[in-house]
């Protein structure tokens, strides 16, 4: 019998780059609270949000990440063409089809496999670990992964609940070969029994076929996905680490969804984190900018000095699904 020849990839894989884009526009607390009958002291005391960044009509999804990835790339050392897989997680390109990876990949000079994951604030999570898989399966040389949104595009700027919160940007990494382990188990899953905690209101079906049509705008309900993401994460993580054969005073950073600095002070007192973990805080002038807010995080923390080569950090992603994802990864 003729069995198929397979090519397994290297051992290890690893992240070689970050890149980040942050649109031009910051909007202060100040240029909102009135839509919403709010403060900035409310806003900064119950989320840690001072200002966030709003793209303009020329700012999209694609050119966000094109940026975003050429900034990864040059990081990496890794011309374009070498890349053979695009992964792009986004809950805000609004086109139906095709992916937004497609375009994202010929405008970025690559051919490469291309498509969208939708796995909402932890996609960017769930996109290390595809490409870290398929590196070392032999499936992709190298992988750009990217976390882009533009969620100002679907918020409704006069809900209480989320006008203050979401914001735009792009992340995005180059993940490659490597001589030692630089990615990490990952640990993921799903909470389906909260679906409709966070969610586009309806689809778009409905909304634009209604008396009157609209987009629909995301709901969410803000202080269940709190309990949940405080009491539920920090456990995600921890396992993380588990995995990774991490122990906390072995970490140097620690990286989560940048959802709401009360919810990362929770996680970080339930995994005892010891003073010297330096923990990221992108959201006081980023906001929650969903999949786009762990690599925009992470890429800030290289930026300030905050992660250094060889730094061991723990990624941590949740969001709309309910749907989670964590891992340990090595700082380029
Ligand atoms: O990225 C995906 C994952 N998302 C998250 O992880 C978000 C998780 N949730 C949160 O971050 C928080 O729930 C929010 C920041 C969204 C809200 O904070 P909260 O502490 O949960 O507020 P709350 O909804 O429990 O409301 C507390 C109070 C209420 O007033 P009373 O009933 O105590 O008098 C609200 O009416 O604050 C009031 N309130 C506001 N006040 C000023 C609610 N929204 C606002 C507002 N401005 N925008």
Redesign the pocket.
């Known amino acids: 019998m003729t069995t198929i020849t397979t090519a397994p990839g290297p051992a290890h894989a690893a992240i070689l780059g970050v890149g980040a884009y942050r649109p031009a526009r910051l909007v202060p607390n100040s240029e909102i609270?009135d839509a919403?009958?709010?403060?900035d002291e409310?806003?900064q005391q119950?989320?840690g949000i001072k200002t966030r960044r709003i793209a303009d009509d020329s700012e999209t999804v694609i050119s966000m990440s094109v940026d975003a990835s050429r900034v990864a790339l040059e990081r990496a050392g890794i011309a374009a063409d070498q890349i053979d897989c695009v992964i792009v997680a986004t809950v805000s390109h609004l086109l139906q089809m095709p992916s937004a990876a497609t375009a994202i990949a010929h405008e970025l000079g690559t051919k490469a496999a291309a498509f969208d994951v939708s796995a909402?604030?932890a996609g960017f999570c769930h996109g290390v670990a595809l490409g870290s898989d398929m590196v070392r399966a032999g499936s992709a040389g190298y992988a750009l992964v990217i976390g882009v949104e533009k969620l100002s595009d679907i918020t409704d700027p006069t809900d209480?609940?989320?006008?203050?919160?979401?914001a735009d940007g792009a992340g995005a990494v180059v993940i490659g070969p490597s001589d030692t382990p630089g990615i990490g188990p990952v640990v993921w899953g799903s909470d389906g029994e909260h679906y409709d905690h966070?969610r586009t209101r309806e689809p778009w079906v409905d909304a634009l076929g209604s008396d009157e049509p609209g987009i629909p705008f995301i709901t969410?309900?803000?202080?269940?996905?709190?309990r949940?993401?405080s009491y539920s994460m920090a456990k995600i993580a921890q396992e993380a680490l588990d995995r990774a054969g991490v122990t906390v005073d072995q970490l140097d950073c620690f990286i989560p969804?940048?959802?709401?600095n009360?919810?990362t002070d929770a996680m970080a007192r339930s995994l005892g984190l010891p003073p010297t973990v330096r923990i990221a805080r992108d959201i006081v002038d980023a906001g929650?900018t969903?999949a786009a807010?762990v690599p925009l995080a992470f890429e800030r923390m290289i930026a300030d000095g905050d992660a250094r080569p060889g730094d061991l950090a723990l990624l941590v992603a949740?969001?709309?699904g309910?749907s989670y994802a964590a891992q340990v990864v090595t700082v380029p």
């Open positions: 609270v919403i009958d709010s403060t409310w806003i119950r989320s909402a604030c209480r609940g989320t006008a203050f919160i979401f966070i969410m309900k803000g202080s269940e996905v709190f949940w993401a969804h940048q959802a709401n009360r919810i929650n969903s807010s949740f969001g709309a309910l």
